[in-house]
């Protein structure tokens, strides 16, 4: 199921109903956050509705939910990158999944979900994988989401085919490091 807004509206009775049907028919879900976020609810006054499905119940009963993005510069949404670490970073948002774990699980929805949900084969870093992969500027998949970062290489079936320096800032304050790293607690020396 791709958006399921609607739920967003569905009284509390009639969702405890609907998500187990939706568990037990084997259904995922991929919600589209950036999208959802801009159109859902436009034309309310307010309370303004939401937009974004109930990502944490269905979780929570075991139905996979992916983060998506249908929309790249396109007039329902025209701001879309296709990045999917910006959807995860508003996914994270929009869902209020701000604990670590979901932090982390907001990247994984990105990555490792979406690919069981469409059926992906060889997917993962094993032995006998396509060797498809993008190497992040980040030290783990929260910090992947949080910093959005460089993309240091990108490998496409064993072959680099893009690389990206890593985004360091140079300072010029006395008494501080001459470069800086986004990334946690990475202090490069003066």
């Known amino acids: 199921g791709s958006h399921l807004t609607s739920m967003h509206s569905m009284d509390n009775y009639y969702v405890s109903k609907l998500l187990p049907l939706i568990a037990e028919a084997g259904i995922s879900a991929i919600p589209n956050p950036l999208i959802n976020i801009v159109l859902q609810g436009r034309h ?9 499905t109930r990502v944490k119940e ?6 996979p939910v992916g983060w998506g993005q249908d929309c790249v510069r396109d007039p329902w949404y025209s701001l879309g990158t296709g990045d999917m670490l910006d959807v995860a970073f508003m996914g994270l948002h929009v869902a209020q999944m701000t604990h670590p ?5 907001c990247f994984t929805m990105v990555t490792e979900t979406n690919s069981q949900i469409v059926g992906a084969q060889d997917y993962g870093l094993k032995p006998g994988a396509q060797a498809s992969l993008v190497v992040l500027d980040a030290a783990n998949p929260t910090e992947a ?14 072959k680099v085919i893009a690389r990206s320096p890593r985004g360091d800032a140079e300072l010029s304050l006395p008494g501080r490091p001459d470069k800086i790293r986004r990334r946690h607690g990475a202090v490069s020396p003066a």
Do not use: F, H, N, T
């Open 145 to 158: 989401v949080r910093l959005r970062p460089a993309r240091l290489a990108v490998v496409a079936k064993g």
């Open 58 to 63: 269905m979780q929570a009963l075991g139905i």
């Open 44 to 52: 309310d006054s307010y309370p303004k509705r939401r937009g974004l």
């Open 101 to 105: 774990d979901e932090m982390a699980r």
